[in-house]
């Protein structure tokens, strides 16, 4: 276990009703990094933030923090504070009371109380809002507020639950970065929970991936996005393009009735495998030039770039991201760079994939 | 025209507002001002504030705090058990059963309870304490009082617990409260509105009590609803009768008022 590591996940699994919700997680969690827990809903990423925060104990395993057991330890006994999804701030309570209510229950005296909560407060943009009732806030407000009163109590882990999702796609992107920003100027570790892989990519230092109550993959937002383990992953992040092929060897794979140079390597010899590229790494050229051909079937234009659907000889869709567009039924030419192709192994673990990687690319995939 | 039709809709409740609750009003205040020989006097507005009715005034209302104190004290924490049970459904309607009963029956049951020879007595004799005199006391009327009531303090608080969002109770928690902490800072404050409207529900009607002076205990308790009582059957005096019930109707205006701004926040 490395040094830094605040909470130490071992084996942890967890059933409701002989429900299987976690089936035994393991994962280890740092000091002052921001961390996703990334999934669809029903994913259990709920369910782990709830049992780091206290309010559910694990059915098997055990949770260390700091080193220590904290299977047993009531939420009010733990150096954590959650930001609510529904922010869940007392109605009766003023801004101001919120936040000191950490505070007041730790029996601080009310000259540092008053203190620490106007920093917190400034922390978060919301100088002079102490009196401000709760329910004159707007959404973005509440938001902060939520996070000034876990923050005032300087908690070594906060953990935040979907905090964002009530709010308008403008706010949401702004309180991104204002998130990241706070996280590092606090120190501490976030842990935050979303099922918008756009927000997991934007704020976190690690993602963890998680699908049915386990861990698929986990990593930098960068070797999540380039390296998906599996068709799950590399679905569920970003737009992709799956489709089957067969590794001749090491640095060739064919597919779509033709034969790559790519980059992977460690795999069987003609070894069934699915290929991942991205939409945006295949470039449009004009009809006989590229590396495939396809028909154009569809188009829609996104604002930022056309999204195109083109379908090959063997009958695989394409999908192309490109500024520029095209016409419908139009032949068309694609290319792309061999680094451009990630090869997936089917029921691959995730240990002997990184392994795997750092055979060939002499990194560590973290 | 949809106005039109709200207000020909409005005129079978106006009609009985009018007859039911405006001219009674009227009719108690105007009674109010004749003494017993029909001539028109403000004697019993006097009248009242002679230690015999201030006395009974006090009663009344000591009564009635206690009542709804021990009521509260009672229903909060049931209410509070209710929302925590499976088969709540089914708890509720036991509760909710007997208040479908007749006041009058339940009251003769507690006799028979509470009698000399009844069953609590004889509970009493055989663990050695020995017989006491419970019925007809000051105790056995707030007893079955309270029991009587309960129903009405539960159900308004059962609901605003029921209502109570579990995220503001994980909050306290989180943010390092204890049970008790979140009890007093979050739960109760946050269900006040239904503990306001179950004191009401208990303290108004308490406050006019007067079947259960006499059945419970035995007129030892005097309160304004039974000078209420005597006044119209008994001695026929009723300008005094309709003087103490303006009294009443104005205990029972205020505590609604009071009640209205967070009276019980202070307390």
Known sequence: MAENTIIHFNHVSKQFDGETILRDISFEIERGKFYTLLGPSGCGKTTILRLIAGFLEPSGGTIEFDGHSVNKLPPNKRQVNTVFQDYALFPHLNVFENVAFGLRINKLPNKEIATRVKEALHFVNLDGYENREIADLSGGQKQRVAIARAIVNRPQVLLLDEPLSALDLKLRTAMQSELRQLQRRLGITFIFVTHDQEEALAMSDEIFVLNKGKIEQSGSPRSIYDEPINRFVADFIGESNIIPGNMVRDRVVSFAGKVFDCVDQGFDENEAVEIVIRPEDLELKQRGEGLLQVRVESQLFRGVHYEIIGKDKDGNAWMIHSTKSTKLGEEIGLFFEPEAIHVMRHGESEEDFDRRLESYEGVCHV | ?267
């Open chain 2, 1 to 267: 025209m949809s106005k039109k039709l709200n207000n020909t809709y409005l005129i079978p409740y106006l009609l009985w507002i009018g007859l039911f609750v405006v001219a009674p009003l009227g009719m108690i205040l105007y009674y109010s001002f004749f003494d017993i020989e029909g001539h028109f006097s403000i004697g019993n507005y006097i009248r009242f504030f002679t230690p015999i009715y201030l006395k009974m005034a006090a009663s009344s209302i000591s009564y009635a705090f206690l009542i709804t104190f021990f009521t509260l004290l009672i229903a909060y924490p049931a209410a509070y058990l209710l929302t925590r049970l499976k088969n709540r459904q089914l708890w509720l309607l036991l509760i909710i059963l007997p208040t479908w009963i007749n006041v009058l029956l339940k009251a003769y049951a507690f006799i028979g309870l509470l009698g000399t020879y009844g069953l609590a007595n004889t509970l009493l004799a055989l663990s050695g304490i020995g017989r006491q005199q419970i019925l007809f006391t000051g105790f056995s009327f707030v007893f079955v009082s309270v029991y009587l009531f309960i129903p009405f303090m539960i159900l308004p608080i059962y609901n605003s617990l029921e209502k109570l969002n579990t995220s503001y109770v994980d909050a306290a928690y989180d943010l390092g409260a204890s049970s008790w902490a979140t009890f007093r800072r979050v739960i109760f404050p946050l269900t006040l509105e239904g503990v306001k409207s179950g004191c009401q529900a208990v303290f108004i009607p308490a406050l006019s009590l007067f079947m259960l002076t006499r059945l419970i205990a035995g007129n030892r308790v005097i309160t304004l609803g039974t000078a209420i009582e005597e006044h119209f059957l008994v001695t026929q005096d009723w300008g005094m009768g309709a003087t103490i019930a303006v009294f009443l109707i104005l205990a029972m205006v205020l505590v609604m008022v009071l009640m209205g701004r967070g009276w019980v926040k202070r307390w």
